[in-house]
């Protein structure tokens, strides 16, 4: 097998299995950027590429184990062009280090997320957790390094795997290494939170890189202040530079928009055209606020909420015209705040549909599953897309809702989003802790003079289309020369 000279890691990898009734194995590309940025450049057939992830569920360890060498395009299964190896990791180390340490810690850290008087506790269990996540960046760097062609660029995402460039480094000092957060990241006052040695392990993990990559420039200030607090290192403000282990690290900002046109042919599917009529015949012509996100605490939902209620009460002139779609993708239901977040979004759903639904209209309809054709067929229909998460890296819906909108739809969107930098001219900004101001900024939306709201979207559109996932991807490959 030929050794790859570009590499990809990251937890949740490209394709999905499943097991169907008679036992056979089905299987499912993803989306998202790194998908198209990849397949991108294995599809020019220049180089040899491969991409790490794990393991997530039966069938994906049942179709890793069946792969020859364990490459699963050798069974067929591969993204355009490029190897795909599943790590088949130990149940009790993935739930350690995924749900435990990356999901229950590291993810709550870089949104601030705790209820600070009962979580987070860093005890002996959380130790135990941590030496799992360890062993779960130790998989991932034997895998790549067993992979890795001399000199191969390596492109390591996210804060499941920080730890992977330093051990990378320490055994194969030819290797070109990236890694990239697709979070924001904590300033130094919350990240302080963590114990101080594991605080330390991850900045210095990630450091064994040769470019750091973030989505903001927020996010990339915040790690470098961090740098400057903990590691005492020195940190060139002028070149975003950081000094470590004798070598030098670059802090990069690489913006991510939208597949603009990858979503357009997606979108022009008859699934989402099925999805668009039956939404319509629900709704009549009434006017549409959407919002579409994973079930996730940071995105905010319950407050966004509360904003429609306060809007039906102060503004009652929009009960009966107005109606809110809220679609949310089941995610990470192994963390018991995501279960107990999701309950407390259905509860009040069922109270604002009880509080003002009449009977021919139901003010909001929420539905929590999996159905990414009614999500393009929402941002289609939209008047108003609403996208007002606590914290996020960047935040694609709202850069895809203006891509499809089809008549130009308002978007109201948090400023701690980092989607912010590039949208805020044409946006409406809101505070997302501020209830009344979103509730304010839903009325401003609503009531825009339709030419208005169609040129802001343009705009939008237009910014979210000028960084697709393939620029984003080779823009962290050309950092490594
Ligand atoms: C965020 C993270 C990704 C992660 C995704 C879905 O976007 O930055 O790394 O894959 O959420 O979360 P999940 O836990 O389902 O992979």
Known sequence: MDKAQILVASNRGPVTFSVADDGSLGFRRGGGGLVSGLSAVADSGAVDSLWVCAALSDADRKAAAAAPDGRLDQAGYG????GVRMLDIPAATFDNAYTRVANSTLWFVHHMLY????????????????????????????????????????????YHLALVPRMIRGRRPDLRIAHFSHTPWAPPEYFRMLPSDIGRELLEGMLGADHLGFLSRRWADAFLRCCEAFLHNEVNWDSRTVEFGGRIIRVGVHGLGADAEGLRERAAADDVAERRES?????GDRRLIVRVDRTELSKNIVRGLAAYRELLTTRPEWRGNVT?????????????????????VRTLAEEINREFGTADWTPLILAVNDDYPRSLAAYQLADVLLVNPIRDGMNLVAKEGPVLSAEGCALV??????????????????NPFDVSETAEALHRALSMDPAERAARCGRMAEAAASLPPELWFTDQLRSLG
Do not use: C
């Not at 993204?79 to 490029?82: P, Q, R, W």
């Not at 239901?333 to 107990?340: K, L, S």
């Not at 912010?420 to 001219?425: C, H, M, N, T």
């Open 79 to 82: 993204l355009d062009g490029s």
């Open 115 to 158: 209820d600070t008087p009962n979580k987070p506790v860093f005890d002996a269990d959380f130790r135990a957790q941590w030496a799992d996540y360890r062993a779960y960046n130790a998989a991932f760097t034997e895998a790549l390094m067993t992979g890795a062609a001399q000199s191969a660029r390596v492109a390591v995402q996210d």
């Open 279 to 283: 939404l319509r015949a629900s709704v």
């Open 324 to 344: 809110h779609l809220a679609f949310a993708y089941p995610s990470r239901g192994d963390v018991p705040e995501y279960r107990a977040y999701t309950e407390s």
């Open 413 to 430: 969107l948090s400023t701690e989003a980092g989607a912010a930098d590039d949208l805020g001219r044409d946006a409406i900004l809101i």
